[in-house]
Each structure stands twice: as C-alpha cells, then as structure tokens.
C-alpha cells in the first residue's frame, strides 16, 4: 500500500496550472455514446475514476484510446453494441450510473448495475430512475442490476428535485437521454453546477438543442442523431478550491492558472471572511494569506452554494483558524470521515448530526491517518502540511481516484510531500 509522508511545511507560494474537471469529464465520456462517430475530449484529468469510465466504455464495446498530451481522449463507439455496465466496474465508481441515459436512449435498453453503499452516506438514484420513468423507460430492479427499456423516449415535463435539493448526475442522465427523444423535455429543478453546464454545451456542440442550462429549468428538444465532438473539459473547480485552501492554510501566496472565479464564489467568499486574500486575475486566482485567520461558518449546498466537495478542506482550514467555526452538511449529512483523523492530529471538533463545530487550535500535531474517501484524503493532506513533524496519509486510492498530480502540484508550491511506495 503506497503511503504519502507530509512534512509540516513553509507557506506555500509561487504558481500552479488547475488540471481538467473530473466530474465534468465523467459524464461527458458517457455522451459520447449517444452518437456512432469519433469525439475527442481535451483536459480530462488522469484519474482512475477517468480510467474506470474508460474501461466501462470499452466493456460496451466502444473504442477508447489516450495518446498523451496535448492530446485528447479519444472515444469512438461506432456501432458499439453493449449495453450492460457490469457490477465489477460499478462498484469501483458511482458515476458509471451516467451511462444508463445515453444507453437507453441510443440502445433502447440499458443494464446497469445498481451502485452500492458508499463512504460519504447514502446515495440513491431514485431521481434518476423518476426522470427516465418520465420519458417512457420501464424500469426493474434484477439481480443488483437496474434494467432500463424503451422501444422510444418521449419528451415530458420532469421536477428532479429531492430532499437535498437537485441531483447533478439525474439531470445529466435526464438531459442526455432527453436529446435523442421524440418532442420537448423540460427538466424543472435542474442542478445549476458548472459541470452540467459543460455537459449541455458538449452535447450542443454533437447537435442537441438544449437551453436554460445553468439556471433549475432546461428545456431539450429531442433530435434524430447526434455526431462527434472535440470538447475541452471546463478545469476543475474542486481541484482548483483545494489550492486556495492550502495557500490560504499554510499563509501562502499561491496563483492558480486557469481558475474560473465565478465557479467558486462560495469559497471565496469564505476565505475572505476567514481573513484571506482572494485576488481575480485574468485567467487566474491569487489567494494569499499572513497565518493569522479566523473561523468561519459554512452550509454545504447546491451550487452556487459553498460546494460538498470542499467541506473537508475547508474543515481542516478551520482547524486551525482563531475561535469557533460552524460547518452544516445539507448534501451528504455523513460526511464527517475526516472528522476522527482530524481530531488524531489534535483538532478539535465536536459532531452533532449534519453539524460540527471546529474551535480552531495554535498546532496540529503529525499522525498516521487513513483517508476513506476522496475529498477526506485531500483534507488529510491539507491538515498535514500545517502539522508537527510529519503526517502518514493511507489510503491513497481515494486521493487518486480524483486528484491529478496533487501532492506534485503542491511539492511546486514548496510542500514537503513524498509518496512511499509499496515494495512488492
Ligand atoms: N439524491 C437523491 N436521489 C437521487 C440522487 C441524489 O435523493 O436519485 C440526493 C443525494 O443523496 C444528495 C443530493 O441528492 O443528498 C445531491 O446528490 P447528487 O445526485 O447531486 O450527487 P451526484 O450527482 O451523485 C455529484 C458529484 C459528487 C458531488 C455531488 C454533489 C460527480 C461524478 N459526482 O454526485 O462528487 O459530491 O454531485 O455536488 O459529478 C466528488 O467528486 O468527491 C463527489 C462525491
């Protein structure tokens, strides 16, 4: 088992590229499958959530090569004919579930396994299935699979909304399968994220006619085929985020090339109000800070609110700021893994249910730690580069499943990172 060995370290500084959006990248593989000819897609990150999209789409039977940069991944199903996502590559990634929309809708039929428990708290798919349902599929629950069928889909008016609010994968399942059917879909309560607005502008450019993405209401007009595209991926806000809080956390003076600001107003917002400097460049943020900040509050919700994917990031920040800070999880009221292995290397965080509260303390001190899942491991990492002596992070799998090159981008900026591989 690989393991990274952080070492606390000196503020961070200097500048640093942000690699392509996984969460953009994922789905957009998938719609690669609702037309026979060849896409390319620019700025996917090399993850293996990447990877295990990839082998999903050569398990159906499409071809997927990855020359290496500058170019794209290459995706051609030609007449791919596949149509069942196995339970082995499922398992591994939830987001396999957005190739049951282009399946459907190019196949007539899908089978998809039906994703299982996972680390950050329940996870249903039930919006899912209710806006496929909508358009005509009739849907089954076989041996842990979900078999999806539809001589034809046809348009409909669907509200995706759930306790939490919107789904992001459901619309994009939703909006893929609605671009081949017959007549208009409006899809109501529609996840506004960045990445559902790159996937609806990959499909317009293969030929669908899709607007009001970006704002709860996307209207889809079916058309007959769709053809190939070149598209570059938007870069990774998560990613992206993750830099601004080390910088900001280690008292840094961090640049982060390709940045989208108005993708990260929430945290932006919170740093600053955590005593930080966010400055917006031309193509880029700059987030500095004098190792002197303060806790802050923060509720997880929907974009443009303060993103789930940061909460433990931004926790291992308030770790270490001055007085109290609040944090309410209204995506995922589990995810707190990092809670336990926060308070390992001295934090000090009480839970009470979607809760926590964080009063923040001068040191955290150096442990061995386990990640348990992906942005968990980056908040590990984090909280080790203002620790004590020196941090064992495991659990490595996690952090590679979503991070490009993490801990050498961060070894850039001057961390003392370095990964320990394991003798076979
Ligand atoms: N939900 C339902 N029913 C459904 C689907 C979702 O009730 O059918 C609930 C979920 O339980 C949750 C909320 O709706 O409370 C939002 O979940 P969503 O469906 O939006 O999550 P997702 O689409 O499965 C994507 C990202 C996640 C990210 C969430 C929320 C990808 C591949 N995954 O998941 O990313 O946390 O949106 O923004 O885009 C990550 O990258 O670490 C990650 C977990």
Same mark, same amino acid.
């Given at each position: 088992?690989?393991?990274?060995?952080?070492?606390?370290?000196?503020?961070?500084?200097?500048?640093?590229?942000?690699?392509?959006?996984?969460?953009?990248?994922?789905?957009?593989?998938?719609?690669?499958?609702?037309?026979?000819?060849?896409?390319?897609?620019?700025?996917?990150?090399?993850?293996?959530?990447?990877?295990?999209?990839?082998?999903?789409?050569?398990?159906?039977?499409?071809?997927?090569?990855?020359?290496?940069?500058?170019?794209?991944?290459?995706?051609?199903?030609?007449?791919?004919?596949?149509?069942?996502?196995?339970?082995?590559?499922?398992?591994?990634?939830?987001?396999?579930?957005?190739?049951?929309?282009?399946?459907?809708?190019?196949?007539?039929?899908?089978?998809?396994?039906?994703?299982?428990?996972?680390?950050?708290?329940?996870?249903?798919?039930?919006?899912?299935?209710?806006?496929?349902?909508?358009?005509?599929?009739?849907?089954?629950?076989?041996?842990?699979?979900?078999?999806?069928?539809?001589?034809?889909?046809?348009?409909?008016?669907?509200?995706?909304?759930?306790?939490?609010?919107?789904?992001?994968?459901?619309?994009?399942?939703?909006?893929?399968?609605?671009?081949?059917?017959?007549?208009?879909?409006?899809?109501?309560?529609?996840?506004?994220? !960045? /990445?559902?607005?790159?996937?609806?502008?990959? %499909?317009?450019? &293969? +030929? @669908?006619? *899709?607007?009001?993405? #970006?704002?709860?209401?996307?209207?889809?007009?079916?058309?007959?085929?769709?053809?190939?595209?070149?598209?570059?991926?938007?870069?990774?806000?998560?990613?992206?985020?993750?830099?601004?809080?080390?910088?900001?956390?280690?008292?840094?003076?961090?640049?982060?090339?390709?940045?989208?600001?108005?993708?990260?107003?929430?945290?932006?917002?919170?740093?600053?109000?955590?005593?930080?400097?966010?400055?917006?460049?031309?193509?880029?943020?700059?987030?500095?800070?004098?190792?002197?900040?303060?806790?802050?509050?923060?509720?997880?919700?929907?974009?443009?609110?303060?993103?789930?994917?940061?909460?433990?990031?931004?926790?291992?920040?308030?770790?270490?700021?001055?007085?109290?800070?609040?944090?309410?999880?209204?995506?995922? !009221? /589990?995810?707190?893994?990092?809670?336990?292995? %926060?308070?390992? &290397? +001295? @934090?000090? *965080?009480?839970?009470? #249910?979607?809760?926590?509260?964080?009063?923040?303390?001068?040191?955290?001190?150096?442990?061995?730690?386990?990640?348990?899942?992906?942005?968990?491991?980056?908040?590990?990492?984090?909280?080790?580069?203002?620790?004590?002596?020196?941090?064992?992070?495991?659990?490595?799998?996690?952090?590679?499943?979503?991070?490009?090159?993490?801990?050498?981008?961060?070894?850039?900026?001057?961390?003392?990172?370095?990964?320990?591989?394991?003798?076979?």
């Amino acid at each position: 088992m690989d393991t990274l060995v952080v070492e606390r370290s000196d503020p961070l500084t200097g500048s640093i590229g942000v690699s392509g959006a996984k969460n953009a990248a994922l789905p957009i593989m998938a719609a690669c499958l609702l037309t026979e000819e060849e896409s390319v897609i620019e700025g996917a990150p090399r993850v293996t959530d990447v990877l295990t999209m990839a082998e999903i789409l050569r398990t159906l039977g499409a071809e997927v090569s990855w020359p290496r940069p500058p170019s794209g991944l290459v995706i051609r199903p030609d007449d791919y004919s596949g149509w069942t996502a196995p339970y082995e590559l499922v398992r591994l990634m939830r987001a396999s579930v957005c190739v049951l929309g282009p399946l459907l809708a190019k196949h007539g039929r899908a089978r998809v396994s039906l994703p299982g428990g996972c680390v950050i708290g329940p996870r249903p798919i039930d919006l899912h299935l209710k806006g496929l349902q909508a358009l005509g599929a009739a849907i089954a629950i076989e041996h842990g699979d979900i078999l999806a069928q539809a001589e034809r889909l046809t348009g409909a008016t669907i509200h995706l909304a759930g306790p939490s609010g919107s789904s992001v994968l459901a619309t994009d399942n939703v909006m893929m399968a609605a671009t081949l059917a017959d007549g208009i879909t409006v899809i109501e309560s529609a996840a506004c994220e !960045p /990445e559902v607005v790159d996937l609806a502008n990959c %499909l317009i450019a &293969m +030929g @669908a006619r *899709i607007s009001g993405h #970006g704002t709860p209401r996307i209207q889809i007009e079916g058309v007959a085929r769709l053809r190939g595209a070149r598209w570059r991926v938007i870069p990774d806000r998560i990613e992206t985020g993750t830099l601004m809080i080390a910088a900001a956390m280690t008292g840094g003076d961090v640049r982060i090339d390709g940045a989208v600001p108005e993708h990260l107003g929430a945290l932006i917002d919170a740093l600053r109000q955590a005593r930080a400097t966010v400055e917006l460049l031309p193509g880029a943020l700059r987030v500095a800070a004098n190792g002197c900040l303060k806790g802050v509050e923060i509720t997880t919700l929907p974009f443009p609110g303060f993103p789930t994917d940061l909460q433990a990031q931004m926790m291992a920040l308030m770790a270490v700021s001055e007085g109290v800070s609040l944090v309410a999880e209204k995506i995922y !009221p /589990e995810r707190f893994q990092h809670v336990p292995e %926060l308070r390992r &290397m +001295g @934090a000090s *965080i009480t839970r009470d #249910g979607a809760h926590a509260i964080v009063k923040g303390v001068a040191r955290l001190s150096g442990a061995p730690v386990k990640a348990s899942d992906l942005r968990a491991s980056a908040a590990l990492l984090l909280a080790g580069l203002v620790a004590d002596n020196h941090t064992v992070l495991e659990g490595l799998e996690h952090l590679d499943r979503g991070y490009e090159r993490l801990e050498e981008k961060l070894s850039m900026l001057g961390a003392r990172i370095h990964r320990e591989r394991e003798r076979s």
